[in-house]
Structure formats: C-alpha cells, structure tokens
C-alpha cells in the first residue's frame, strides 16, 4: 500500500500544504515561525497526486531535528500511514547525521503520546504553559484547555 505513495522534499518556491499543515497547528500564525526555517516534505499518492500527509523538520542543532509539524489527511487517518511516515523521518535524520529526533504534543493528547511511545518515542521535558505562551487565542482539544506541552525524543 505504503508503495503507491511518494515523499518529496518541498523547495523554497514550492506552495506550502497549509491545508494539511493547520491540521497539526492551531494558526498560520504559529506556523510561519517555524516553516520557513524548516524543511518540509509533502506526501502524495503517485497515481491520484492527492496530497496525503505533510511533516516539517526543524534542525535544533547538528545532532537533534525537531518534528515541528506532523499531518495526515483526515480521511486516511488510521492506516499506519503515520507509522509509515515516522519511519521515513528516522530514515532522513539518519541520513543526515542527526542523533536523536524530538517532537512535542499537548501533555493531555493521550492518543498522540500513546502513537509517538509506540514508535520509539520517550518522554524528556514538560514546557510549561506552551499553549497559553505561544498562542493569543486558547486552544481546547476534546473540551480540555492545552496548556503544557510534552516533548518526546528519539534516540537514532
């Protein structure tokens, strides 16, 4: 299945998926203070072209990338298209020499802890009120405030 799909590396006068990208951000906003100093890949399905998922890395230094941004279209949501993505990801941080890879989450997003543990992911740091910092408007995911966000790392 996973064979039918391609990733490519998006170049700096590509147009950016914020369709997929603010499904993973709250704000245009709050992504336009990563997105131009990250590298962005864009899934496609090779036969339709559909856009299925997007991932934004952010080098933090020579040895961590940051998943800044990680999305996969609703409708394909549950077919280890994720899984499939995080691998990938290992795959280009290995690549280019990276250490470890980090991502981070809302502290009460159970299921995306839960997929990122899965896929090797530990937890390291609690930022405290991340959301309330970093956002002008409140954010609720499943009517609970977001407030700390849990970073998670990698080691590859």
């Given at each position: 299945?996973?064979?039918?799909?391609?990733?490519?590396?998006?170049?700096?006068?590509?147009?950016?998926?914020?369709?997929?990208?603010?499904?993973?951000?709250?704000?245009?906003?709050?992504?336009?203070?990563?997105?131009?100093?990250?590298?962005?890949?864009?899934?496609?399905?090779?036969?339709?072209?559909?856009?299925?998922?997007?991932?934004?890395?952010?080098?933090?230094?020579?040895?961590?990338?940051?998943?800044?941004?990680?999305?996969?279209a609703?409708?394909?949501?549950?077919?280890?298209?994720?899984?499939?993505?995080?691998?990938?990801?290992?795959?280009?941080?290995?690549?280019?020499?990276?250490?470890?890879?980090?991502?981070?989450?809302?502290?009460?997003?159970?299921?995306?802890?839960?997929?990122?543990?899965?896929?090797?992911?530990?937890?390291?740091?609690?930022?405290?009120n991340f959301?309330?910092?970093?956002?002008?408007?409140?954010?609720?995911?499943?009517?609970?405030?977001?407030?700390?966000?849990?970073?998670?790392?990698?080691?590859?």
């Amino acid at each position: 299945m996973f064979n039918n799909y391609a990733i490519v590396l998006l170049q700096k006068d590509d147009l950016l998926p914020f369709d997929l990208l603010l499904m993973a951000d709250e704000t245009e906003a709050a992504i336009r203070k990563y997105i131009f100093q990250s590298e962005v890949y864009l899934v496609t399905d090779k036969i339709s072209h559909e856009k299925v998922a997007t991932v934004a890395l952010f080098k933090i230094d020579d040895t961590t990338l940051e998943i800044k941004n990680i999305a996969i279209a609703e409708k394909l949501r549950g077919k280890g298209i994720g899984s499939w993505l995080i691998s990938n990801i290992k795959q280009i941080a290995t690549l280019q020499h990276y250490k470890s890879l980090i991502v981070g989450t809302p502290d009460c997003a159970f299921q995306q802890i839960n997929f990122y543990q899965k896929a090797g992911f530990t937890p390291f740091m609690l930022k405290k009120n991340f959301f309330i910092d970093n956002y002008e408007e409140p954010i609720y995911e499943n009517g609970t405030l977001l407030k700390d966000m849990l970073m998670l790392k990698m080691v590859l």
